[in-house]
Nanobody, 119 residues
């Protein structure tokens, strides 16, 4: 079991910035992928950004050029730097880790942190 604790959400004006952090603990050995998903009211949860243990990143088209995902393996922490925020970025953001074992993906989720972009 991997436990994930997120922090850094809040209320920000359009055009502003926020940084989310997520610390992993527990069975953290060989986490392959760490990342962030979000879910807006009435919508499905969607991938925002992810990063592999080797540093390869993947972004949703809607956040490319504005968001940056990074990872500190020594601290078991993944970050999401969000710049130029838009009202449509408003959502609950969830930290996610994936362990890939023999074709099976083991997911762990944080409790979520609210990000609200509004003037």
């Amino acid at each position: 079991q991997v436990q994930l604790v997120e922090s850094g959400g809040g209320l920000v004006q359009p055009g502003g910035s926020l940084t989310l952090s997520c610390v992993a603990s527990g069975s953290i050995f060989s986490i392959n992928i760490m990342g962030w998903y979000r879910q807006a009211p009435g919508k499905e949860r969607e991938l925002v950004a992810s990063i592999t243990s080797g540093g390869s990143t993947n972004y949703a088209d809607s956040v490319k050029g504005r968001f940056t995902v990074s990872r500190d393996n020594a601290k078991n922490t993944v970050y999401l730097q969000m710049n130029s925020l838009k009202p449509e970025d408003t959502a609950v953001y969830y930290c996610n880790t994936k362990k890939l074992r023999g074709g099976i993906t083991f997911n762990s989720w944080g409790q979520g942190t609210q990000v609200t972009v509004s003037s």
